[in-house]
């Protein structure tokens, strides 16, 4: 049986095991306490359990006196704009983000639109622990409301982003397949895309929460869209995952041309037009750092996690930052990972290369990713990650967060899974390769200490 997953990026767990209406009445209590009454964004994914979920989690928030602003099928970062909009105290977003079918979950936010940050979090869920409340009398009970603009306020947003010119993207009329995967993108991406002029073709649409195929949009799940694109002879593929932080590219040929490329893509589009800072977290491809240093702009790298990154550039005012798995965050809009941002970004980018969609990717520095795990049951993670530190201590070495060697073309980074006994070793390098091998050799290390 699967275990509930708790994590700074909320609760995660299986419908009819471990995400009980328990569990989720546990800790929405917990976080109406902690938000201590007034207005919360509400949204979900698409999900098959969300109406129920949300059923539940309404009626724990309106018990504990909050003022429920209900804005339906939406992805996770309409809700952080919604909370700045609406000037609410926080958020939930009900969804188990790229998680199969069968998972759902919660994401808490603050009044600022991001994520609960890492303390705060963490408060949350040992108040949860304890069954801590806060339960209203009759007369000081929350309410609900409905407001179905939260979409087109999203869309508005992001074509008023500063580094667009929509009037040129509208002109060249882009023909773009994008796959929604039945989630909660179905909306918002091919209105966004319509509002640019694209011919667009939207496959697997219908925000049903049935998805057509596994939905983290990793090219081994694009094979559908990769084929339309060739069939079509579109411009390019988006793929987005159920919540619609994520966003993946197909080019011109039909490849998918990873997801580390589509932050990339949008950080030499941003400092082309504007100098500035940029926060990546540390598993993510030196193929950014690269072009900012091009630039001659500020990069710095945070713990994995949305929240790391996004308090970080909030920090050090980053202009431009994110994560390697397609999650683009522009400050200008909002401080989270958002999808319909990284839509745009590509279009902008794709326009002014001038080339196809190959091309451009062609013009970026190369690199190739792999990630493994291995079993580490029975052995202590952090021996083994300090017996490495201090075999690698003469090479650059970062400890933020795991630890994390860089070599001259290449790095690796071996971080402890906090919820099972396995170390996951990320390893770049200009070829596949190299970075094959890269792991392989670290994997190797690993075993030996086993
Ligand atoms: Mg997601």
């Known amino acids: 049986m699967s275990r509930l997953m708790v994590s700074i990026s909320g609760l995660r767990g299986e419908i009819g095991s471990t995400l009980t209406p328990e569990v989720i009445q546990k800790y929405t209590l917990a976080f109406a306490k902690y938000i201590n009454g007034g207005k919360i964004i509400l949204g979900r994914d698409s999900r098959v359990s969300g109406p129920f979920v949300a059923d539940i989690v309404r009626g724990c928030l309106v018990a504990g006196g909050c003022e429920v602003i209900d804005i339906g099928i939406v992805p996770t970062p309409t809700v952080q704009l919604e909370i700045e909009h609406h000037k609410a105290a926080g958020g939930i977003a009900i969804t188990a983000s790229h998680n199969p079918v069968q998972w759902n979950g919660l994401k808490f936010m603050a009044s600022d639109g991001r994520f609960l940050p ?34 087109r306020r999203h869309v508005q947003k992001v074509l008023q982003i500063s580094y667009l010119d929509t009037e040129a993207i509208r002109k ?29 073709i939207a496959i697997n649409q219908e925000p049903t929460g049935k998805f057509a195929h596994t ?47 589509t ?76 999808a319909p941002v990284a839509v745009a970004l590509t279009l902008q980018a794709l326009l002014e290369h001038g080339g196809s969609l190959k091309e451009l990717k062609a013009s970026l520095p190369q690199y190739n990713m792999v990630k493994k795990k291995i079993n580490i049951a029975g052995l202590d993670p952090d021996k083994i990650l300090t017996d490495l530190q201090e075999k690698y201590k003469d090479n650059d070495i970062d400890t933020l967060d795991g630890l994390k060697i860089d070599f001259e073309k290449s790095w690796v980074h071996l971080r402890k899974s906090n919820t099972e006994p396995i170390i996951r ?21 690993i075993t030996q200490k086993s």
């Not at 909660?184 to 667009?200: D, F, H, M, R, Y």
């Not at 930052?321 to 522009?330: A, H, S, T």
């Open 263 to 338: 932050l990339a893509i949008a950080a030499k589009l941003v400092f082309s037009k504007q100098p500035g800072r940029m926060v990546v977290n540390m598993s993510t491809s030196r193929a950014s750092e690269d072009i900012a240093k091009y630039y001659n702009c500020m990069f710095v790298r945070s713990k994995v996690g949305e929240i790391n990154v996004a308090e970080k550039m909030k920090e050090i005012d980053a202009i431009i930052g994110g994560e390697g798995n397609g999650g683009v965050i522009l400050p200008e809009v909002h401080l989270g990972r958002d």
């Open 172 to 200: 060249r009329r882009f023909k773009v397949v994008v796959d929604t995967v039945n989630g909660a993108g179905g909306v918002i991406i091919p209105q966004l895309l319509k509002e640019l002029g694209c011919e667009v």
């Open 215 to 261: 939905p983290e949009p990793l090219p081994e799940n694009l094979t559908e869209l990769c084929e339309r694109v060739r069939s079509e002879k579109a411009d390019l593929g988006f793929a987005v995952d159920p919540d619609v932080d994520r966003c993946a590219i197909v080019d011109n040929e039909g490849n998918p041309i990873g997801e580390e490329y």
């Open 118 to 151: 890492p303390d705060a979090a963490q408060q949350v869920f040992s108040m949860a622990d304890r069954n801590e409340k806060d339960l209203k009398s009759w007369e000081q009970l929350g309410s609900v409301i409905q407001d179905d603009g939260a979409i």
């Open 425 to 445: 070793v990320i390893a770049e390098a200009p070829t596949s390769k190299e970075a094959e091998e890269l792991a392989g050799r670290f994997l190797k290390e």
